[in-house]
């Protein structure tokens, strides 16, 4: 069975760096897109980042563009998130995603609907 389980999710203050991860098993997303989305409390889930195949192409929503990094590992089926200049508004259930189809390396999903497996979330809490 397909399973993406995050981890890294803690507290951290506003200024402050934390890593994500997330372990795929079950299958190779090593052709495949994957992403982060999250949900801030009182908010609907948003988009944060992708990564397409073979890592060319990255995309950011336009609140992380130059803060957070995403980035992938093949060989451990995993996919990373490492967030810095944390802001109190990036409190958040974090999400890793993957597409079940093989992708291009030059285009990303960036849309939820977009997206076949999810995990379960991990709690970032950036306090001020």
């Known amino acids: 069975q397909v399973q993406l389980v995050e981890s890294g999710g803690r507290s951290a203050q506003v200024g402050g760096s934390l890593g994500l991860s997330c372990e795929a098993s079950?299958?190779?997303?090593?052709?495949?897109?994957m992403g982060w989305f999250r949900q801030a409390p009182g908010k609907e889930r948003e988009f944060v980042a992708a990564i397409s195949r073979g890592g060319v192409r990255t995309e950011y929503e336009d609140s992380v563009l130059g803060r957070f990094t995403i980035s992938r590992d093949n060989a451990k089926n995993m996919v990373y998130l490492q967030m810095n200049s944390l802001k109190f508004e990036d409190t958040a259930v974090y999400y890793c995603?993957?597409?079940?189809?093989?992708?291009?390396?030059?285009?990303?999903?960036?849309?939820?609907?977009?997206?076949?497996?999810w995990g379960q979330g991990t709690q970032v809490t950036v306090s001020s």
């Open positions: 079950g299958r190779s997303f090593n052709d495949n897109t």
């Open positions: 995603a993957a597409d079940s189809r093989a992708g291009s390396r030059f285009i990303v999903l960036t849309t939820e609907n977009e997206y076949d497996y």
